[in-house]
């Protein structure tokens, strides 16, 4: 039995009984040389909280080597779906990448989108049970987390019928939770923190709520993001990108974290200082950009982030869901400062203007568009490149050249009874995943953390 498999209850134990000087820090669930795959429907078929997670990892630990394989099918239930029957799936989509975790999110097509009937959950908690029987029996040793399947909008719109879809989601997220239990895996509640944010965000603005959830199924790449908060919460992830504390009036660093810091020097009223990070912050792709609901059929479109323009969904769901202040802390605060405003520039690149008393309270930087962020941003950019290359391969070559053999058997040409179109279609699928292995590489080259150039200065005027 693994502790990090109950990360979540024994926080929660902690907090009820604990003081906070007891408290201990988890420490953080993935391990180097982790190999990771999310399995799921058409919510992770999406990739966006898949990719999330992927990047924060990468970004918030550039040593650890961790990777990832999204494995989500559109329509999917626990007996499989158009991409084959379960154990089809999983012998073709999960097997062969040898994953020593492995997410599973399932209900949202299992419940049929209906009151809530009784024969069809008795299917959904017997398939469900298979999925793990067979995770463990060909993935010995395998970290399995269950993941309670993100909301129905029934906030922003009217239930179908009354009392709701989601609230026969619910049912079948508390027995995912109560087999998660019964197996000693981690269960992760996907459901609950969405429709909260989706409550309070229908009394800040209706308009942008409707966002949140658009087609009421699947989420927008922004709510996403919370699904990935809660994932990597319940994995101990940390807040903490770095923090730097500075005095201006001794020239002396009191605090560093996760960076360090050095050539600190003070001369007429302005400071300067290197800093050599441990950590990148974590680029939203959703927060400076307009994304649709899936991602880009353009092969290797990566996010392209504008500087200038502040996604307001996002930025809502920032704001009630606290991703910024509970996973991307890159904090500075210099104290001792005279001068009514100072800029802040960056390997000579201007920041941001601030008072002496921002300054003196933190300034989280990790919004900022600095150097670090851009790097983060080029990192989040390949991540997309390998989730792509992966994505081509899988989904657009091999499941469909199998789907049209077991749906249609007697078509001419399948590749099952056409050797030919068989090695064709291993042949691109070999390809694909080689170039998936090298754009991996570069991107544990591309996360690692330079130094950078600081200068405080006091504005004129």
């Not at 999330?52 to 990892?57: H, K, L, M, P, R």
């Not at 949140?212 to 908060?229: F, K, T, W």
């Not at 290197?274 to 950009?289: C, F, G, K, N, V």
């Not at 092969?299 to 502040?310: A, G, R, V």
């Amino acid at each position: 039995m693994k502790s990090w498999q109950y990360l979540s209850a024994v926080a929660l134990l902690l907090g009820a009984a604990a003081s906070p000087a007891m408290a201990a820090k988890p420490k953080f669930a993935l391990k180097n040389g982790d190999r990771v795959c999310f399995y799921g429907d058409s919510i992770t078929e999406q990739r966006f909280y898949a990719a999330d997670v992927q990047t924060y990892v990468l970004t918030r630990f550039p040593k650890l080597q961790v990777r990832f394989v999204d494995a989500g099918v559109g329509g999917d239930k626990v007996g499989g779906g158009w991409a084959g029957p379960i154990n089809v799936r999983l012998k073709r989509d999960v097997f062969p990448f040898k994953p020593n975790v492995v997410t599973i999110m399932l209900a949202m097509n299992d419940a049929s989108y209906r009151p809530f009937n009784q024969g069809i959950f008795n299917t959904f908690e017997k398939g469900y049970e298979h999925i793990i029987r067979s995770l463990k029996r060909h993935l010995p040793g395998v970290r399995i987390v269950l993941l309670g399947t993100s909301p129905y909008d029934d906030v922003t719109q009217k239930p179908g019928f009354p009392g709701g879809y989601n609230a026969v989601l619910v049912r079948y997220n508390t027995f995912v939770q109560h087999l998660a239990a019964r197996n000693h895996l981690l269960y992760v509640d996907f459901n609950t923190p969405m429709v909260s944010v989706l409550k309070k965000a229908e009394k800040i603005n209706p308009a942008l709520a409707k966002k949140i959830l658009p087609g009421r199924v699947h989420p927008s790449p922004a709510a996403e993001m919370m699904m990935a908060q809660a994932l990597l919460k319940a994995w101990g992830a940390p807040a903490t990108v770095t923090k730097v504390s500075i005095s201006a009036a001794s020239g002396s660093v009191l605090r560093s974290v996760n960076t360090t810091v050095s050539s600190l020097k003070s001369s007429n009223g302005s400071l300067t200082w290197t800093q050599l990070d441990r950590s990148l912050p974590m680029p939203i792709i959703a927060l400076h950009e307009n994304w649709q609901q899936f991602p880009p059929e353009d092969l290797f479109l990566p996010p392209q982030p504008n500087p200038k323009y502040t996604n307001p969904v996002t930025a809502l769901i920032d704001k009630l869901c606290g991703f910024t202040h509970q996973l991307d802390r890159e904090m500075l605060t210099v104290k001792g400062l005279s001068a009514p405003h100072y800029k802040l520039l960056i390997d000579g690149k201007l920041i941001g203007e601030f008072t002496p008393q921002e300054l003196s309270s933190g300034v989280n930087l990790s919004r900022y568009f600095t150097p670090m962020l851009r790097q983060a941003y080029n990192v989040n950019n390949i991540v997309w490149e390998e989730i792509e290359a992966h994505f081509v391969a899988w989904h657009g070559v091999q499941t469909m050249m199998e789907n049209y053999n077991w749906r249609k058997p007697n078509m001419p040409v399948t590749t099952e009874n056409d050797p030919a179109a068989a090695r064709a279609v291993a042949g691109v699928v070999k390809a694909m995943n080689k170039l998936g292995n090298a754009i991996a590489k570069r991107e544990f080259k591309a996360n690692q953390p330079r130094p950078h150039h600081y200068e405080l200065v006091p504005a004129a005027g």
